[in-house]
Antibody, heavy 119, light 108 residues
């Protein structure tokens, strides 16, 4: 079964850092591009970051101001998102997703991990 | 602000046709893909590529395109189609993806 399982979400104070993880199973992880997508309470979906299968190509949403770092470890079938200088606006459910290619994006989603930032 | 614009809400009677639009300059060059999001659940891809449906998505879901506007069409809407719907496409600034603001579909 193709599956993505996120972890690492927590209640944290503003200004702190957090690392989210996503473990993939049921497919050859290195063959797929991956993304992080988030949804703040009462808000819409927001694309956060993208990484190619090799990890060599990375993109971030322009609004994130350089505080986010996406990475992957293909040997561990794992995707990561480091967030520095957390703000209340980062409070959201964070999902990892798989891209088959540019025409078939985000065909598989994890269940999400919740990040809550307190002031 | 999102580069893809969606109406915040659409309502439709059961059995009627719902049309959810997504407008943006990038759609002149890239197809819109569509996701269904129910409360408490992860989003589900319902339309990809030009007009393809993943396995398990009913054929009442289709798309149409005109200029810079893509439409998700639900023919014969069912109660279980009530959800938020999001379009996604390439970002005009060169980033891989940008989501529309989402449309809440109410099935009456």
């Amino acid at each position: 079964e193709v599956q993505l399982v996120e972890s690492g979400g927590a209640l944290v104070q503003a200004g702190r850092s957090l690392r989210l993880s996503c473990v993939a199973s049921g497919f050859i992880f290195s063959d797929y591009e991956m993304n992080w997508v988030r949804q703040a309470p009462g808000k819409g979906l927001e694309w956060v970051a993208y990484i190619s299968g090799s990890g060599k190509t990375i993109f971030y949403a322009d609004s994130l101001q350089g505080r986010f770092t996406i990475s992957r470890d293909n040997a561990k079938n794992s995707l990561y998102l480091n967030i520095n200088g957390l703000t209340v606006a980062d409070t959201a459910v964070y999902y990892c997703t798989r891209d088959v290619n540019s025409q078939v994006p985000m065909d598989v989603w994890g269940q999400g991990t919740t990040v809550t930032v307190s002031s | 602000s999102s580069e893809l614009t969606q109406d915040p809400a659409v309502s439709v009677a059961v059995g009627q046709t719902a049309r959810i639009t997504c407008q943006g300059e990038s759609l002149r060059n890239y197809y819109a893909k569509w996701f269904q999001k129910r409360p408490g659940q992860a989003p589900v891809l319902v339309i990809f590529a030009k007009d393809s449906r993943p396995t398990g998505i009913p054929d009442r879901f289709s798309v149409s395109m005109s200029g810079d506007t893509a439409s998700l069409v639900i023919s014969g809407a069912q109660a279980e189609d009530e959800a938020d719907y999001y379009c996604v496409s390439r970002d005009t600034s060169g980033n891989p993806w940008v989501f529309g603001g989402g449309t809440k579909l109410t099935v009456l």
